[in-house]
DNA sequence: CCATCATCCTGCCGGC
DNA sequence: TGCCGGCAGGATGATG
């Protein structure tokens, strides 16, 4: 499922492809894909555009088109967003293609969780999926201590925290749970009852945790591919997620599973505490 | 404020 | 072999 790392490699690849394009015609073979935010036919927004440049924030991915018009995407769980030189068919979960002058774009989606909307580029930080957003666990305004902020007075779990897009942007659930395990803290554990040696090792291991993402392609757990096509490489690194019952890859213990936040949780009973 | 649950959706997997 | 129930989950909205 694309998380922030994932999202930021298919902007990356596709963004060397795509740039200077001009959108030629515009296919929706599923409508509901796609959120028309202004009720305006998409074709007449959307036609005769130039990519202009890609972006990204938490999990959402930005096209920019020329003048001043904006594609969001969220991916949810098994969105695709592949470009194909030159010609290429559609595909039994194929919803919507992007005619370019030399190639297309295919938004597809097995599961159909995915949207695509279109907005004013000035309106963008009014979407209040976007405005809602905490920050970017890059940007240098992130400091451990807004981290520790952001966390205090949370009643909720740890987990449910970091899933939790308004405390950090971009953490789905295989980089909760890889985070949690670099910094050797149990998923349900209070936030209220981190000490600050732990916030600490949280915020290094989130952003290592997803740095080591980006950096290994992203995650194909399953159905990830970037923009080319190709699949991540970070599903081989996992610690925990998706390895529930096998060994940890530092102590050896089982490691354990719950539900926690509603989410599948995988933790190692030893390593973390 | 927080937790839980239903909703959306389809492929896959284990059990029988 | 084939059917069926359960599971996977991001965001949102309803409910407790």
Redesign the pocket.
């Known amino acids: ?3 922030l790392p994932e999202v930021e490699n298919i902007r990356l690849s596709l963004a060397k492809n795509i740039i200077g394009q001009e959108i030629k015609e515009f296919k929706l073979f599923w409508p ?1 894909v796609f959120v028309n935010a202004t009720d305006l036919d998409p074709n007449d927004l959307l036609i005769g555009k130039k990519v202009e440049s890609l972006g990204r924030r ?3 991915l930005f096209i920019h088109l020329a003048g001043s018009v904006t594609l969001i995407l ?1 991916f ?3 969105g695709k967003l592949i470009y194909y030189q030159g010609e290429h068919e559609p595909e ?2 194929t919803h919507a293609v992007f005619y370019l002058e030399n190639g297309q774009i295919h938004h597809s989606d ?4 995915g949207r695509i909307q279109l907005v004013e580029t000035a309106l963008l930080g009014k979407v ?2 976007i405005a ?1 957003l905490g920050p970017e666990p890059f940007d240098e305004r992130f400091s451990i201590e807004v981290f520790g902020q952001r966390l205090s ?5 740890i987990k ?2 970091l ?3 308004e405390t950090v ?2 953490i ?3 980089y ?1 749970d890889e985070a949690l395990f670099m910094a050797g803290i149990r998923p349900e554990r ?2 209220a009852s981190l000490k600050i040696s732990e916030v600490i090792l949280l915020y290094d291991a989130i952003q290592g945790a997803l740095k080591a993402g980006i950096e290994a392609g992203g995650t194909s757990f ?1 159905d990830y591919r970037d923009g080319d096509g190709n699949k991540g490489l970070f599903q081989e690194n996992l610690y925990v ?2 390895r529930a019952g096998q060994n940890c890859k530092v102590c050896g213990s089982v490691l354990g ?1 719950t ?6 949780t995988v933790f190692c009973p030893v390593c973390q505490i």
């Open positions: 499922m694309p998380e509901d938490g999990k959402y969220h949810r769980m098994t039994k979960h097995m599961r159909k969780f209040p999926a809602k007075g949370k009643k909720s779990t449910s925290a899933l939790d897009q942007a971009g789905g659930n295989i909760a209070r936030t399953r997620y998706g599973k539900k926690t936040a509603g989410r599948t």
